[in-house]
Every structure is written in C-alpha cells, then in structure tokens.
C-alpha cells in the first residue's frame, strides 16, 4: 500500500520543480537564457557604453538613447520600436545595434531572442521575392510568440530586394495583437548606407559654413534622409509601405567619421587589445586612413572599419 504522506511529498516535489523549471523562473534561468519580458533597460549603463566606445556620433547617440528610454519606460507601448540607421560603412551603425541588443538581451547577437538578417546571406535571390516574404513573416511570428522583446536587426538593407522588408509591415503597425500575438515590445532595427550621401552633405555644408559638428540637430537630417531612402531605387525601402505609413519611428543618422575621430578608435582598439596606447602609433594608424573630400582631407571615407587591419600591421607592438 501506498503511504498517502509519501506520495503526497512526491507529488508535491514533481509538482514544485515542475514550477521551477517550465517557465521563465528565476532557478531555470540560471541555467538557461530566459527572455527579458518585464525588465526596464538600464540607461546609464547603457549610456556609459556608448559614450565610451561610439565616437564621433552625438546624434545618433542622443536619438537612440532617447528612443530606448521611453521604449522601455512604456508599460503598454502602442507599437514595437523601429529604428532605421543610415550612414557610410565604418560609421557605427552595427556597433550600436549590437550594444543596445546586449542591453535588451546580455548575450547579445548570440542570444537566442536576438535575430540578425543579412540581406546578402538570407533573401539573395531576386525571383524569391515572395518566399522571402513568407519565411520573414512567420519567422518573425514564432520568435516574438517565445519571447515579446526580440529583437531584429536588418542589416544591408541598401541590398535588401525591394518589397521584401514589407513583409513585415503587419508587425510593426499599431494593433494590440495580429493573429493573437503582441508585437508592442519587439525591437526592430534596420541598418543600411543608403543615405549616407545626403548625411555626408549636410555636414560638409555645417563645416564649410563655420558651424560646429555637434550643433548638427535630427531636424536638420530626418526629413531629408526618409525622402531620400524611400525615393532611392537601390534602397530595400524604395517605395516602402513602413515608410508610407509612418511606421519607422526615427530615421538615425550616422555623420562621417573626422581624424580625431579614427584616433578614438584606434586607442580604443589598442586597450582592448591590452596594448599600452601609443600616441605616434595612434597617429601614424589615423594618417593611414583616406579622407575626402580631396582637398580638404576632412572625413574618413572607411570611417573605422579598417582600423584593426592597418593596426596589425604595427608590429612594434
């Protein structure tokens, strides 16, 4: 026979570890990542990150942080948050998007509610248009059902297939839920160069006309760049339906990258390396680096992105 007081300890116990281990509680979390479903962004932390590892992009910076704050400091946002970040390659763009996702999610691009889609890599095909479309659509939806506060980042969006990206237009708009699912706590984020034209000469004409880098406001950039992208056929979001309906909530730009700028990144790169900073070597990196325009010799046309390269090449190190 069966002691009722045994079993009911058994029961008890299966019932309790079952509680433990089958949802999102603080013990199972300890030994598996759990999405991050109620937990406000640490601003300051994530403010001193950008501060000291993002140079020479004030703009970007105050929009993003901004951005976030009320993002997550929303209880019930209406709508998922979608940032669009625009800018020459080497600017920053991935370098951010990868912070602010460590933030959201701390093991960041390897966590498993972190999605990264490289427009090259996953939609390549021209006549896939249509199951592209389909894959995103219900990747998207499965992800978000595990965990409302993924996050997506589109990167190479200059290469994405137009009409692509729309297929996810339905998630981004302001329903409280499409097929049963709440998209409101999602990040999505698109990364792409295009634009970066139209950023590069604002801030030449902010240089030339003796006006400072840092007084270059969003208001002086957004309306210019949306149009831009939306009209410029080797966009992802030529003609887009996100863009027609309002639904990025902040165009970021990315300004081109000054030498003293590139100087930053390169003693950057040298302490993270555990090398001591050496000044004639962080300069003789930087003058390595082109610059345009010809004449003036002002911004880095790779901004930092062959930083590393040029410094392995430093064998006095």
Request: glycine letters at 6%; hydrophobic letters at 40%; aromatic letters at 10%.
């Amino acid at each position: 026979a069966f002691d009722p007081l045994s079993v009911s300890v058994v029961v008890g116990g299966a019932a309790l570890a079952w509680r433990l281990f089958s949802s999102d509680s603080w013990l199972k979390c300890r030994f598996e990542e759990c999405c991050n479903r109620n937990d406000t962004l640490n601003f300051t932390a994530l403010k001193a990150q950008l501060d000291s590892r993002l140079f020479g992009q004030h703009l970007a910076k105050d929009v993003v942080l901004k951005a976030v704050l009320g993002f997550s400091n929303n209880p019930s946002p209406k709508k998922p948050l979608m940032l669009s970040l625009h800018g020459w390659a080497g600017t920053g763009k991935n370098f951010l998007s990868q912070i602010l996702a460590e933030h959201v999610h701390p093991a960041g691009l390897r966590s498993k509610f972190v999605h990264l889609f490289l427009a090259t890599l996953h939609f390549p095909h021209h006549d896939q248009v249509k199951l592209y479309k389909e894959q995103l659509q219900n990747w998207i939806r499965g992800n978000v059902s595990a965990c409302p506060s993924s996050v997506f980042i589109f990167d190479e969006m200059d290469k994405m297939h137009p009409g692509v990206i729309d297929a996810i237009k339905p998630f981004l708009d302001y329903y409280e839920e499409v097929d049963g699912v709440s998209y409101r706590k999602a990040i999505f984020i698109f990364l792409s160069n295009a634009g970066g034209d139209l950023i590069n000469k604002a801030a030449l004409d902010f240089w030339t006309s003796g006006k400072r880098r840092e007084d270059i406001q969003l208001k002086d950039l957004e309306p210019v760049l949306s149009v831009g992208v939306f009209n410029n056929k080797n966009s992802g979001l030529w003609h887009s339906s996100i863009i027609d309906r309002n639904l990025i909530d902040y165009f970021v730009p990315f300004l081109p990258l000054e030498h003293r700028h590139v100087k930053m990144c390169v003693r950057a790169e040298m302490a993270a390396r555990g090398y001591a900073v050496d000044e004639d070597i962080v300069q003789a990196v930087a003058d390595e680096m082109t610059y345009f325009p010809k004449e003036q010799k002002i911004y880095s046309d790779k901004g930092c992105k062959t930083v590393q390269a040029k410094l392995d090449i430093h064998e006095d190190l």
